[in-house]
């Protein structure tokens, strides 16, 4: 079903890549090491997904990308300085 999701961050941003992807019908969540959800939200287009994580000065997050049933983790470093 389609090609894999790439996750990546640079900075403070968190980065999907969607646009391998047959059909995006994703809900992509961030969260802490310690378990706090930071963000959550709906995306559909065939393309890379941004999203700036700015509640922590530096560290991993996990983001969970659940797309068509299939769930995908990753765990980045983000830095704001």
């Known amino acids: 079903i389609g090609g894999s999701i790439n996750i990546w961050s640079n900075k ?3 980065n ?3 646009s ?3 059909k995006v ?3 992509i969540e961030i969260y802490s090491l310690i378990g706090q ?3 959550s939200e709906s995306y559909h287009q065939k393309a890379v997904y941004h999203r700036e ?4 000065e530096a560290g991993y997050v996990v983001v969970k990308v ?3 049933d299939k769930l995908t983790t990753q765990k980045v470093f ?3 300085r």
């Open 53 to 56: 994580v700015e509640s922590m």
């Open 20 to 22: 391998e992807m047959k």
């Open 12 to 14: 403070n941003s968190v």
């Open 37 to 39: 959800k930071l963000s």
């Open 78 to 80: 983000i830095v704001n």
């Open 25 to 27: 019908d994703a809900t």
């Open 66 to 68: 659940l797309n068509d």
């Open 16 to 18: 999907v890549d969607f």
